[in-house]
T-cell receptor, first 117, second 111 residues
Framework: GAVVSQHPSWVICKSGTSVKIECRSL??????MFWYRQFPKQSLMLMAT?????????EQGVEKDKFLINHASLTLSTLTVTSAHPEDSSFYIC?????????????FGPGTRLTVL | AQRVTQPEKLLSVFKGAPVELKCNYS??????LFWYVQYSRQRLQLLLR??SRESIKGFTADLNKGETSFHLKKPFAQEEDSAMYYC?????????????FGTGTLLAVQP
């Protein structure tokens, strides 16, 4: 089946530093990937849609200069949390659509736990 | 506006009891509905989609366009069904791509 990986699985950083999270589709090509935040015991909040070879589409209220997204290849999207602050601490999850399969099904990564001190 | 509503945050049942997790949606186009499940300490994974009309792990869900519902059902709950369940709405055949998730229902199956 379609597998999505994320790296790192967890990261702790100091306030003011930047953190990069990678999302990879391992056995399929993904022209579209998605980045979500999940707060404890809450649902997923879509942050942005990452499009291969073009700019990401951000959801309302999400700062694009704060959360930089790069989708340079059909199997890799990165999310960089710039100048991280404690309020950015969260569980970040990516997902990907199988370009060849079509449809709206998304395959999810295991998530990255970010803790900003 | 596109919206998915899961009215129950928590559903607690005993093993062997029937389960129904409610999901209602609001969408003007042709909806594509999914149920995703998240077991403890695991990633979100697809349980079933209305287009497939299949039964997975004993769960079924029927799209009712008249009631704009896509409730998830299982006749006899098992302890291993305990998990977080999310209903999600997509745009079938459209270019929007993104899924809209409900707030989720935690299913707790007691022994």
């Amino acid at each position: 089946g379609a597998v999505v990986s994320q790296h790192p699985s967890w990261v702790i950083c100091k306030s003011g530093t930047s953190v990069k999270i990678e999302c990879r589709s391992l056995d399929f090509q993904a022209t579209t990937m998605f980045w979500y935040r999940q707060f404890p015991k809450q649902s997923l909040m879509l942050m942005a849609t990452s499009n291969e070879g073009s700019k990401a589409t951000y959801e309302q209220g999400v700062e694009k200069d704060k959360f930089l997204i790069n989708h340079a290849s059909l199997t890799l999207s990165t999310l960089t949390v710039t100048s991280a602050h404690p309020e950015d601490s969260s569980f970040y999850i990516c997902s990907a659509r199988d370009w060849l399969a079509g449809g709206n099904e998304q395959f999810f990564g295991p998530g990255t736990r970010l803790t900003v001190l | 506006a596109q919206r998915v509503t899961q009215p129950e945050k928590l559903l607690s049942v005993f093993k062997g009891a029937p389960v129904e997790l409610k999901c209602n949606y609001s969408y003007s186009g042709s909806p594509e509905l999914f149920w995703y499940v998240q077991y403890s300490r695991q990633r979100l994974q697809l349980l079933l989609r209305h287009i497939s009309r299949e039964s997975i792990k004993g769960f079924t869900a029927d799209l009712n366009k008249g009631e704009t519902s896509f409730h998830l059902k299982k006749p006899f709950a098992q302890e291993e069904d305990s998990a977080m369940y999310y209903c999600a709405l997509g745009n079938y055949g459209g270019a929007t791509n993104k899924l809209i998730f409900g707030t989720g229902t935690l299913l707790a199956v007691q022994p």
